[in-house]
Structure formats: C-alpha cells, structure tokens
C-alpha cells in the first residue's frame, strides 16, 4: 500500500517563531488532507488540498503532486496550535492512510 | 450542524464484555467511516460505509468485531468478546465523499479501556 511519512517526528517552539511541517508519498494520489489533533483527542480537518496551495488565516498548505510531498506552514505560532498534525492520501479509493503525525509543542 | 456524534465518550470495561460504540454521522453525508487509533498502530480505518452499506470492512481486526448501519443517521461498532489489546480511540467519520473534494469529519471520538 502507500507509504506516508511526516517529518519532523517531534518540533517545539516558541510563541510566534514559524514552522513547516513535511508530508511525503510513495505513489500518486488523489486526495490528500491535512488535520490538527489537539490535545483533548480531536481530529479538525485543516485542508483538502491533492494539489497546489491554499491558505487559512496563519496556516497555508502546499502539494507538489508530481514530486509527491505536501508541507503544511505555521506562521506566527500560538500555544493553541500545539498538538498532533496528521496527513492522509488516499490513492485509488476510499481509504485515507495516515502518516504517523508530527507532534508540536508551541511554548509561550 | 451538531457535526458527528459518538458515544460513549469514554468507556472502562471487563474483558470479556460486550462493547457497542455508537455514531450519527452529518445530516447529508453518504459515506460513514470506522477508525481505531493507537500508539503503536496510529490512526486505521477499521470498516467504510457508502449509503448505509459495507463497502469494505477489511481492517476488522477480528470476527469480534461487527459494525452495523440501519440507516443514514445511525452506526454501530460492536466489540463481543472485547480484550485489553482492544484499548483504543474509536472515531466515526462522515463525507460527502472523498473523490469528490469534500473533506472527512471526524467526530470526537470513543475512548475505550478494556481491563
């Protein structure tokens, strides 16, 4: 099946510093999503994006699809943004692969 | 929109016991999703649902688990005889979707502790 590895593993931060977080496949896909799980366990939809770029208030999403990576930015990070950041494709069907999420701690 | 409902949010049982996790997807939403997350496995989707059918229930771990939808506004997942390796976080999920560019909700999720 399709492989998705996020990177980095684990990122702390101060308030206000920037981030980027990476998301790489092993195939192309047809969609892939990024979601924010926080730290009470619930998983919020933070982009629909399989290609180009989109932007939401501080965060802004980009997917390269033909070279088969996504990063996801933080701007001007805030203790709330602190939590688990998942990616999922999914190629030839229905079912979403998750990668195994980056852990970010922001700091005050 | 109330978003997707679950329950029970947390759930401490005795192995052996019968588990029945609940779910009301989105008013709307064709296709309902199962997902079991764990430390050491991460987020995986156990059974998808388009129009109240099983499409695809290969990542039941086991024949003690059953999932059942009578209808668009109802779901459930059912643990007969749970385990402690069934300690999880089960989440329902609901689309329009996921070919269509509409986005997977989540609702907040089961948290099941089997001693």
């Known amino acids: 099946g399709i492989q998705v590895e996020q990177s980095p593993p684990d990122l702390i931060l101060q308030e206000g510093a920037n981030s980027t977080l990476r998301c790489n496949f092993s195939?192309?896909?047809?969609?892939l999503q990024w979601f924010h799980q926080n730290p009470w366990g619930q998983l919020i939809n933070l982009f629909y994006?399989?290609?180009g770029t989109k932007q939401n208030g501080r965060l802004s999403a980009t997917t390269v699809a033909t070279e088969r990576y996504s990063l996801l930015y933080i701007s001007s990070s805030q203790t709330t943004d602190s939590g688990v950041y998942f990616c999922?494709?999914?190629?030839?069907?229905?079912?979403?692969?998750f990668g195994k999420g980056t852990l970010l701690t922001v700091n005050p | 929109d109330a978003g997707v409902i679950q329950s029970p949010r947390h759930e401490v049982t005795e192995m052996g016991q019968e588990v029945t996790l609940r779910c009301k997807p989105i008013?709307?939403?064709?296709?309902l999703f199962w997902y079991r997350q764990t430390m050491m496995r991460g987020l995986e989707l156990l059974i998808y649902?388009?129009?109240?059918?099983?499409?695809?229930d290969s990542g039941m771990p086991e024949d003690r688990f059953s999932a059942k939808m009578p209808n668009a506004s109802f779901s459930t997942l059912k643990i007969q005889p749970s385990e402690p390796r069934d300690s999880a976080v089960y989440f329902c999920?609901?689309?329009?979707?996921?070919?269509?560019?509409?986005?997977?909700?989540f609702g907040e999720g089961s948290w099941l502790t089997v001693v």
């Open positions: 195939d192309s896909v047809n969609n």
């Open positions: 999922a494709v999914e190629r030839s069907n229905y079912k979403l692969t």
């Open positions: 649902f388009n129009n109240n059918v099983p499409i695809d």
């Open positions: 999920a609901s689309s329009l979707g996921l070919r269509s560019g509409n986005t997977i909700y």
């Open positions: 994006i399989p290609s």
């Open positions: 008013s709307g939403h064709n296709s």
